[in-house]
């Protein structure tokens, strides 16, 4: 009985909580996560974080040829975006930067990227500039093998173009384990929160707006 009576004080102190912290509306700076970094964009250009002074920014990692968890986090990130109102999208932007700069070139993220939504910034180049940022958000990556899985022999959401149907054969790539996390900008480019594809959407977009109207 005492244990029931625990579990909806327990629940009762949660929601309220919950309450109160949105009653407060702020997110704290994450110190020691995150910061300017410079790439290249999925057309090609150099980019840096600061382009995006302004926005409310969420950042994820990825590659192209993951099977499973980047289009699922893409398809959340794509729901997530469509959840703004089009006044708030011009004020947000969805940045996912590929850990397999080598293979995953700017034209073939931009295709891959656009399967989702064609506004989504798509971010590649040297892997020195990919590990530095990987570095910044304290993320992590491991190639789970070395250059030689047959890519025809994956499921992939866009597989890469080429000129004929042998050279199609001979494309091969690694395989890596990453980390998932959703990091959370606001306009200066401060980390504000880390989310994940399991936070309601309801939850995740409501801090995106709070950091738009910051």
């Known amino acids: 009985m005492l244990n029931k009576i625990f579990t909806f004080v327990f629940i009762a102190l949660l929601s309220h909580s919950n ?12 110190s020691g996560v995150g910061g300017n970094f410079s790439a290249i964009d999925a057309d090609g250009n150099a980019f840096e974080l600061k382009d995006l002074s302004g926005k409310v920014v969420v950042i994820a990692f990825g590659y192209t040829n993951c099977a499973d968890i980047c289009p699922f986090t893409l398809g959340y990130l794509k729901r ?3 959840a703004l ?16 700069p080598e293979y995953d070139t700017p034209g073939h993220l931009k295709a891959f ?9 798509g971010l590649s ?3 020195q500039q990919i590990d530095y940022i990987v570095s910044l958000y304290q993320a992590e990556y491991n190639q789970l093998s070395v250059l030689g ?44 929160s880390l989310e994940y594809t399991g936070t309601p959407l309801e939850e995740f977009a409501g801090k995106m707006q709070l950091l738009i109207n910051e």
């Open 19 to 30: 309450f109160i912290y949105a009653e407060n509306e702020t997110l704290p700076i994450l």
């Open 85 to 100: 109102s089009a006044d708030e999208q011009k004020k947000a932007r969805i940045v996912f930067v590929t850990i397999d």
């Open 80 to 82: 997530l975006y469509n």
């Open 149 to 192: 899985v047959p890519t025809q022999n994956m499921r992939r959401v866009n597989p890469k173009l080429f000129a004929d149907a042998e050279e199609a054969k001979q494309d091969k790539a690694s395989l890596y384990s990453h980390t998932v996390t959703l990091y959370l900008l606001d306009k200066d480019g401060l980390t504000r």
């Open 125 to 127: 180049g040297t892997q």
């Open 113 to 121: 990227i656009g399967h989702f939504n064609k506004d989504f910034i």
